[in-house]
């Protein structure tokens, strides 16, 4: 049967481990689309990020970001589908981590400033910083966190160092919490650099490739997966 679409992790799939595109992979995916091949990006990265991939490749279909928790349409920015994280379970997800506020980024379903919330402390987290940096009108930085862990929150993330990243990630399991929402991580060894993800319990790029596949009616052996990580394992099996 042949290959009706293409679900491609961009960090370290897509991506060189320089963050550029390889004249390969891009001619590649051109050929593909020429066919008929639906590509779709399926990232960890915030929409933003992920939709500037997208439009590098001249792609116009629906992009999956945020570990499949938000999926968009990059012609007029529509949600196809969005999975939050409940309010009630980030507020405990909150009270564990008092001594990592400086690697933890609230992601919400916002435009603009308030879309990315973080604390003070993340000033002196550099990774952190230069993430931010990318689109610091949509960042804004409080004393408290609670209050943006509301209703339009998509996703809670830590990254900095990896060996921080590994602990926080080890206190965040070993708590009976973990059962009730979704921990996603990309680890980078190379790079010094993890990240961990807090998605809603039903929240994977697997599922986001399923809601796609439906959309389309195209059949799981149709389907041609390409990932690197652990956040990618799902949607590859």
Avoid at 173 to 186: I, N
Wanted: overall charge negative; some cysteine.
């Amino acid at each position: 049967m042949p290959i009706k679409l293409v679900a491609l992790d961009i960090d370290g799939t897509l991506l060189d481990s320089e963050g550029n595109l390889p004249s390969e992979n891009g001619q590649a995916i051109q050929e593909a689309v020429q066919k008929g091949v639906k590509v779709i990006l399926v990232s960890g990265r915030r929409w933003r990020t992920a939709c500037q991939v997208s439009a590098a490749l001249g792609l116009t279909f629906p992009v999956v970001a945020h570990n499949g928790a938000l999926i968009r349409s990059p012609i007029d920015s529509r949600a196809l589908a969005r999975f939050f994280l409940k309010p009630g379970f980030a507020a405990e997800i909150l009270s564990l981590s008092q001594g990592h506020l400086g690697y933890l980024v609230l992601h919400r379903d916002q435009d603009f400033q308030g879309q990315t919330v973080v604390h003070p402390e993340c000033r002196q987290n550099a990774r952190m910083q230069n993430y931010l940096g990318q689109f610091p009108e949509a960042v804004l930085e409080t004393e408290s966190l609670l209050p943006w862990a509301d209703e339009h929150l998509i996703q809670m993330m830590y990254g900095g160092e990896l060996p921080r990243i590994r602990e926080i990630e080890a206190v965040l399991r070993s708590k009976t919490l973990a059962a009730k929402v979704k921990l996603t991580k990309t680890y980078y060894p190379h790079k010094n650099l993890g990240i961990v993800d807090v998605l809603d319990r039903d929240v994977s790029k697997r599922v986001a490739l399923e809601f796609l596949a439906r959309y389309y009616g195209v059949s799981h052996d149709e389907i041609l997966a390409i990932g690197d990580n652990y956040n990618d394992l799902e949607m590859l099996v």
